[in-house]
């Protein structure tokens, strides 16, 4: 165990130092240690300012999630536009996109709970976008790709819900070393057998 | 509000009526009504027995639950076997035993996640049996089937959490009222054409 260093004095003057990155940080490493988005007043009190200087940046808590989760998304893995030479490279860049996006919610646990109880969509919009990049070899209908993404999102949703519950169970895994990216490989190459084939039976 | 009528004098002799059923009974009653499987403490005063009594039929926690849990996924729809006469009828069975699946998830709160922190698979078993049961006129091989069964388990879990999320959530839907059976019917006809073309794939 190791004794934290108690301040003393004047205070360091973080408040001067402030910004919105600064408070997107501290809620991040918040959000990984305790599993939950924290509240502005915690935040606050780790980052030593008043609860009114982080409202200067995010007007409310909401404000605040809106930007911590968009952020988040963004650090998924960004398929390269209009870069398909071969027939068979949507699929690695799939495997890519819910790899990283994987590693993203076993990163943080909560943040899935927090996308899906979130009343705006923009971090569903990110991850849709970046779909839309993978599958645009196949030129898809527009129901097609609807029908793609919700199919995949809710696979995945599923498979980090599994990891999570694992990792809370009481044998002596810990939910990091489960992730085991092997296991997604058989269900996404049946999922990719799909996306193949709904043209030929549309058509 | 109603109130209570509160039982005064001898005990009316639960104790001597109690059955394993009754107690399941109750804990079911319990699991839909507060989202989590009982303590054995709480059954008891739910059942005006002494604890003892209902570990003389359940050895413990563990017990109860795995009764619970394979009583409960028992529920969900049986195909019958042998009995396909079209070639479409198994994707209509599909939809049967999905649509129950995902009815007694949103009837029990916190079923899913105990399902996935339980460390016995009978649960799990019973819904790959009947999957099984479904599937069986498509004679996949022993790997499709398996990553058939990975690819839909997790998809119906995730569809299963964003529901009981959205219910959690701000606006004024409740959990039952969104549990919109249609918006399964395209990410599930989706997994239908993987499943039909997975065997031409790999041959």
């Given at each position: 165990m190791t004794v934290k260093g108690k301040k003393r004095g004047r205070?360091?003057?973080a408040a001067n130092q402030l910004s919105a990155q600064i408070i997107m940080d501290m809620s991040k490493s918040l959000m990984r240690e305790q599993g939950k988005v924290p509240s502005i007043r915690k935040l606050a009190r780790c980052l030593n300012v008043d609860a009114m200087a982080i409202y200067h940046y995010f007007s409310n808590k909401n404000a605040l999630l809106e930007a911590i989760t968009t952020s988040l998304i963004e650090e998924i893995y960004l398929p390269e536009e209009?870069?398909?030479?071969?027939?068979?490279n949507w699929k690695l860049e799939l495997n890519k996109l819910c790899t990283s996006y994987l590693s993203l919610l076993s990163h943080y646990p909560g943040l899935l709970e927090t996308f899906l109880s979130m009343s705006t969509i923009s971090p569903a919009e990110v991850f849709a976008a970046r779909f839309n990049i993978v599958i645009e070899p196949l030129h898809l209908d527009v129901e097609s790709a609807k029908n793609g993404l919700d199919l995949l999102v809710d696979y995945l949703h599923g498979y980090a819900l599994a990891l999570s519950c694992n990792g809370k169970?009481?044998?002596?895994?810990d939910s990091q070393s489960t992730l085991n990216m092997e296991m997604l490989e058989g269900p996404l190459a049946l999922y990719c057998v799909a996306l193949e084939n709904i043209m030929n039976t549309n058509g």
């Open positions: 205070p360091s003057g209009g870069n398909f030479n071969t027939r068979d169970d009481c044998n002596s895994k």
